[in-house]
Every structure is written in structure tokens, then in C-alpha cells.
């Protein structure tokens, strides 16, 4: 089947500008992630939803990052006043969340920004 | 705070050549240890989940093992496709989300 797709691949902007990035999860998986990895680094937690609801936005640096997840399936990372250190490639995973275990989290081939 | 540990930074092996990974871990109350492969210009591949001291998972020529403070992830006569960076998670407490360590990065050379 298909897998987590995420849109565009690559997304180049200059500074101070808005940018919006696009995941379509898994068909069926309620749960969905965002994850920011930068160089030689692990991906890094931003964002959970769980259906349409925000249910753990701790991992946001800050407010000039959102994202919503309207309908519970396709989310939007929104970055407003983009900065350079922004520059990173953007994840999003999915999860077939079955009660309180912990399911494997299956994620998309990322979204390279660049900040000029 | 959740950390993840993981060494070394960089393996280069020969083909054919066993080694093992290590995956260290500090978390409350651990829910889940998960091991990904990634691929240059790719996202995280999913390998393996343990869930408990003592458990065990394998998977063609890897497996992986955990105990109360660590991981390993052990490749038998690895070829150079093994060559990748992989990544170690976990999940704690009432977290959903993983906490990732910075991964090691394989070369296998033929």
C-alpha cells in the first residue's frame, strides 16, 4: 500500500517568508507526527496528532511554527517569518495508534527546507 | 529528560565482517525502543520494536536485543547494501512521540 507521502521534496525561501508543508499519512492511521532533523542529527519531535486534535505541540519552538490537521488525515506544517535557522529537512510519521500501546511509527521522505 | 545514546558516530566494516551497534538509553518509565534505517535523502525506515528487558528481534541479517539501560543491534556478515545510518528510539511515560539519538552511520565495503 502506499506509505506516508509528503510535499514538496524540496522548498527553498528567503528569509522572513511564509512556507507551508504538506503530509499525507498512512490510510487509517489516526496518529500522525512531525519531526525537524538537521545534519547528523536524529529527527526531532515537533508535533502530535491524534485524530484532528493537537494532542502534544511541546517539541514547536516556538510560535511562528503551527500545524493543523483539519479533516484527521492530511496535515499542514506552517512557518511563518521564516529564519535561517529554520533550515532543516521536515518529517512527518504515522502510527496505527490501537489503544495505549505504542505503535511503530512509519515516516515520510521528508521535506528538505532551505532558508536563504 | 529523555536521552538516547548511540556509538559509535561511524562503523566501517568489510563485508562479511560482524559488529554490533549500541543504543543507551536514560528515559522514565521506557514503553518502547525502536530501531530505523535511513538512507541518504530518505526518511526512517522502520526495523524493529522491543518492548521489554530480555527481548529479542531479528530480521534477516540484523538483530536487535535490549536490556534495562541499552540496545544492540547486531549485524551477521553485513554486505555493503547494509551500509546506511541507523537510528535508535524510544518512547517513555505518557509520551506518544520518539525521542531519536544521533544515530551511527555504517559503511560496509566490499
Known amino acids: 500500500g502506499a506509505g506516508v507521502s509528503q510535499t514538496p521534496s524540496n522548498k527553498v525561501t528567503e528569509k522572513g517568508k511564509y512556507v507551508e508543508l504538506r503530509c499525507d499519512p498512512i490510510?487509517?492511521?489516526?496518529?500522525l507526527y512531525w519531526y525537524r532533523q538537521s545534519l547528523g542529527q536524529g529527527p526531532e519531535f515537533l508535533i502530535y496528532?491524534?485524530?484532528?486534535?493537537?494532542?502534544?505541540d511541546s517539541g514547536l519552538p516556538n510560535d511562528r511554527f503551527f500545524a493543523v490537521r483539519p479533516e484527521g488525515s492530511v496535515s499542514t506544517l506552517k512557518i511563518q517569518r521564516t529564519e535561517r535557522g529554520d533550515s532543516a529537512v521536515y518529517l512527518c510519521?504515522?502510527?496505527?495508534?490501537?489503544?495505549?500501546?505504542?505503535?511503530?511509527?512509519?515516516f515520510g521522505p521528508g521535506t528538505r527546507l532551505t532558508v536563504l | 529528560e529523555d536521552q538516547v545514546t548511540q556509538s559509535p558516530e561511524a562503523l566501517r566494516l568489510q563485508e562479511g565482517e560482524s559488529s554490533s551497534l549500541n543504543c543507551s538509553y536514560t528515559?522514565?518509565?521506557?514503553?518502547?525502543l525502536f530501531w530505523y534505517r535511513q538512507d541518504p535523502g530518505k526518511g526512517p525506515e522502520f526495523l524493529f520494536t522491543?518492548?521489554?528487558a530480555g527481548e529479542e528481534k531479528e530480521k534477516e541479517r540484523l538483530k536487535a536485543t535490549l536490556t534495562k539501560k541499552e540496545s544492540f543491534l547486531h549485524i551477521t556478515a553485513p554486505k555493503p547494501e547494509d551500509s546506511a545510518t541507523y537510528l535508535c528510539?524510544?518512547?517513555?511515560?505518557?509520551?506518544?512521540?520518539?525521542?531519536f539519538g544521533s544515530g551511527t552511520q555504517l559503511t560496509v565495503l566490499p
Open positions: 510519521a504515522s502510527s496505527l495508534r490501537r489503544g495505549d500501546t505504542n505503535n511503530e511509527q512509519f
Open positions: 490510510s487509517g492511521h489516526t496518529a
Open positions: 496528532f491524534q485524530g484532528t486534535g493537537a494532542a502534544d
Open positions: 528515559v522514565s518509565g521506557l514503553r518502547g
Open positions: 522491543l518492548y521489554s
Open positions: 528510539a524510544v518512547s517513555a511515560g505518557s509520551a506518544r512521540q520518539l525521542t
